[in-house]
C-alpha cells in the first residue's frame, strides 16, 4: 500500500514521513486563532483525520447538553406544554439566527423547515407560479443532484424545459455562461452558490442581476455555502435561497434545511404545499387555507424538534467564530490542500478539479485520480474520512471551526503514499 | 373555583373528593395488564394528570439511552460513517416496523419520511395523476385542518373542485356520506381513519370500496389511528395512507411521518418531489432523474436522523404490549371516560361530542361545553393537561400505554369541580 517507499508500510509510518512538512502544519496550527474552537466540539479519536465535515460537520458538546435537555426536559417533563414554551418559535428564531448572521437577510426572510429538497420544491413552485407564460427554467448540469431532480419534476410536471448550463468542469457556471441561455421565456435560475463537488463560488450578484434582467427570478442553494463563505442575499438581491445545515452549520445528521424569501416577494408568492402551520391562526384550526403574513407561510407541517433544536448549537458557534474568521481560515487550509496536492500529489497523478484562485473556492477541495474508488477505501482504512465523488473525484472538506493544518497534511500524505508517492 | 361544593377550594382536596369512585378507578388499575409499561415512560411529576397523549406521546425511557447513543455515539463518534453504518435503511426498517406490526401492510409498503402534510402532499399529486380526466377530490368538513388544506392548495393548482362532505358532527363520515358524492369525476376521496376531534372511526373498507367502484383511488390519513385502533390496510384495500408519529407511537415531537403506497400501485404512481433519496443508485449522482424501485421512490431529501431515530423506541413498545391488548385497553378508558361524563359532567351542562359505540371510536373522547377555553386554561393551572380544541371543545386523549384510570378520574373530577359540580 505504501509503494515501496522506503519509510512505508503501516499508519504510523505514513503519518511521521516528512517530518520538516509535519512541522510546518503545526505551526500553522499554534497561529491559529481559531484552533481552540475544536476542543468545543466532540473528538472521540484524535487519531481520525476527519476530512468530510462538509458531509456531515462534527457534534458541538453543547449540542450533547441541549438535546438531553430537550429530550429529557422538555418532551419527558414539560411534555405537550413545550410546544407555548420552547419549541412554535423555533422554525422563525432558527431562521433569523443564520438569516441575519450568516446570509445577509433581514429580520423575517428565512425560516428552518423541512429538507434542503423540499424546500427547494416549495419555493422553485412559487416562483414559476409568479412568471406565469414564460416555459423555461436555468440550471445547470453540474448542480447537485437532489436540485436537478427536483428541477426536472417540476418541468415534466408542468409541461416546461430545462435549459442546462455546461459550464467549465472546474470553474462553474459564470454570469456569460447564464446570460447565454436568459431570454424572456424563462421563468426560474437556480443554481448552487458553491459546488458541491468542485466548491467553484458562482458570482450571486452578476447572476442574479443578468436573471432579473431576462424577467426572471434566481434561487440560491446555499448548502456549501453557508457558514463557509460570506453570503449576502440582499446586497446581491436573491430572491430564494435553501441551503442545509448539517454540513459547515453542525447541526447533525438530516437536521432540517432553511429557506429564504426576499422580504418584497412573501406576500406575492405562494408555496404549493398549503399546511396548517404555513396558516394564519394555526390553532383555530379553521375553514379555508388563508396565509399568514410572513415568512411563516412558507412552513408546511409540523417540525420535527429534537433535530431542529440542534441545530441552534452549531449555528451559535458559527456565529461566535465569525465568518469572517471563518473564511480566512478556510481559504488557509484550502491553500494548504491545493499547495501539497501540487507538491505530492499531482506527480502521482492527480489533477486538482477546484479553481485555483482562492475567492472563487469555497472550503473543499475536489483532487480528481482514476483510481479515486480504491483509494477513498483505502483511505478509510488508513484513518482518513474524505468523500468519494465519482467517478474520479476525492473531495478534500475542510471545515473552518474543527479541521487542523496538520489533518490536511496527514490526510494528503496519507493519500500519497497509498497512490504510490 | 370548586364552585362552592363543602370539600372544594384546593387541588388535594379536588381530587380527593368521591372516595369510593376513586377506589373504583385504582381497581381498574390494578386489574390493568398493561400497567407496567407505564414504568418504562419517563414521569417526571407523577401528580400530572396528562390528557394530551394524542397530541405528543410520554418519553420511553428507552429513547433517552437510544438518543443518546444517536448522538454521542453514532454523531459524535462514528460521523459520516454512520450513514452506511446505521442511518441508511432507518426509513425503510421504520416504515416496515411500523407497516406489518400495526397496519396491516406488507413489507416494503410503508416508509418514514417528512412530515404528514409533505407526505400528504406527495401521495395526492400521485393519485390525482394517477387519474387523469377526473377533476373532483373528495374529503370531510371536519378533516383535520392540514389535510383539508393540502386537498385545497392542490385542487386550486390543478383548477380541480373539493367536493366536501358534511358528515354528522359526531358519527363522522359513513359509506353512505362517501357514496352520495362519488361519480366518475372524482378522483380520489381522502379521509381520517379515526377523527382528530371527535374520535369518530371512519369504516376503511366500505368507504375505500365504494371509492374503488367509481374510479377513485383511496387515502387514509392514520395519525389519530396508528397504535391505538387495529389498521388493516390490506384487508380494507386502501392505496395510500400516511400518518404520523409521535402521538399514539411517543416518537416524540414533530417526528417524522410515515406513508403507506399498496404494492401494486408503486410502479404506476410517481409522486412530485424528486430528491436524490428517491433515485435509483443516488449515491452515483448521475444525470437524469429515474426512480428507484419499491417505496423508497417515494423518499425525497436526507431524513433527520435524531427525530427519526426515537421513531424506533416507541412503536417498539407498541409492538410489544400488541395492537389488541392497547385496543381493549383503550375502549375500557374511553368507557370510563364517557361513563364518568354521563355521571358528572352532563348535568353541568357538558355534551359528549365522540360516538357512545366504542367500536366506532378511537381512544380519544371530546367533550362539548360552552366555557371549554376557560375551562381548559383552569384544567392546566390545577395539573390536567387535555386539549383545547375551538370553539367548544375539551379533547381527552387517553394513551392506553400510559394513562390510567385514576387519571382519567382525576382529570374529570377536576373537570367537574372547575365547572360548577
Not at 19 to 37: H, K, T, V
Not at 396 to 417: M, N, Q, S
Request: a negative charge.
Amino acid at each position: 500500500m505504501s509503494g515501496g517507499a522506503p519509510d512505508g508500510g503501516g499508519e504510523a509510518s505514513i503519518r511521521s514521513a516528512r517530518p520538516d512538512e509535519r512541522a510546518r502544519a503545526e505551526a500553522l496550527d499554534a497561529a491559529d486563532e481559531l484552533a481552540a474552537f475544536r476542543d468545543r466540539f466532540v473528538v472521540a479519536d484524535p487519531t481520525l483525520v476527519y476530512l468530510d465535515g462538509n458531509s456531515l460537520g462534527r457534534l458541538p458538546r453543547a449540542t450533547v447538553a441541549r438535546l438531553r435537555g430537550v429530550v429529557e426536559e422538555e418532551w419527558g417533563e414539560r411534555l405537550i406544554r413545550s410546544w407555548g414554551e420552547r419549541w412554535a418559535d423555533l422554525p422563525t428564531r432558527l431562521g433569523d439566527l443564520i438569516g441575519t448572521g450568516l446570509l445577509g437577510a433581514r429580520p423575517g426572510e428565512v425560516v428552518v423547515s423541512d429538507s434542503t429538497t423540499v424546500n427547494l420544491y416549495k419555493l422553485c413552485v412559487a416562483a414559476l407560479d409568479a412568471r406565469p407564460g414564460r416555459a423555461a427554467i436555468v440550471t445547470d448540469r453540474d448542480n447537485f443532484p437532489t436540485d436537478r431532480y427536483v428541477v426536472e419534476g417540476i418541468a415534466a410536471a408542468r409541461g416546461m424545459t430545462v435549459r442546462w448550463i455546461e459550464a467549465d468542469p472546474i470553474e462553474g457556471p459564470r454570469p456569460a455562461d447564464v446570460e447565454a441561455v436568459l431570454d424572456d421565456a424563462v421563468a426560474l435560475v437556480t443554481l448552487s452558490h458553491v459546488a458541491y463537488r468542485t466548491a467553484a463560488v458562482a458570482d450571486m450578484g452578476a447572476i442574479t442581476a443578468a436573471a432579473h434582467r431576462a424577467g426572471a427570478l434566481a434561487l440560491w442553494d446555499l448548502s456549501h455555502a453557508a457558514g463557509s463563505i460570506p453570503v449576502d442575499l440582499g446586497r446581491d438581491g436573491a430572491d430564494l435561497a435553501v441551503g442545509c445545515t448539517y454540513k459547515y452549520l453542525n447541526g447533525g445528521p438530516g437536521a432540517p434545511a432553511f429557506l429564504y424569501v426576499r422580504g418584497e416577494l412573501q406576500r406575492e408568492l405562494r408555496q404549493p404545499v398549503w399546511g396548517w402551520w404555513g396558516r394564519d391562526d394555526m390553532f383555530e384550526m379553521e375553514q379555508g387555507y388563508r396565509p399568514v403574513d410572513g415568512i411563516r407561510s412558507f412552513l408546511v407541517g409540523t417540525p420535527p424538534v429534537v433535530s431542529m433544536a440542534a441545530v441552534e448549537e452549531g449555528v451559535a458557534m458559527v456565529l461566535e467564530a465569525g465568518i469572517e474568521r471563518l473564511r480566512t481560515k478556510g481559504v488557509a487550509l484550502t491553500e494548504y490542500a491545493v499547495a501539497l496536492h501540487d507538491a505530492w500529489l499531482a506527480p502521482l497523478g492527480f489533477a486538482l478539479a477546484s479553481p485555483r484562485d482562492p475567492a472563487r473556492r469555497g472550503s473543499h477541495v475536489l483532487l480528481r485520480h482514476p483510481e479515486a474508488r480504491r483509494l477513498s477505501g483505502e483511505l478509510a482504512a488508513h484513518g482518513v474520512v474524505p468523500d468519494f465523488r465519482q467517478p474520479t473525484g476525492i473531495r478534500v472538506g475542510l471545515a473552518p471551526l474543527t479541521t487542523r493544518f496538520v489533518d490536511v497534511h496527514d490526510g494528503l500524505r496519507t493519500l500519497a503514499e497509498l497512490a504510490g508517492g
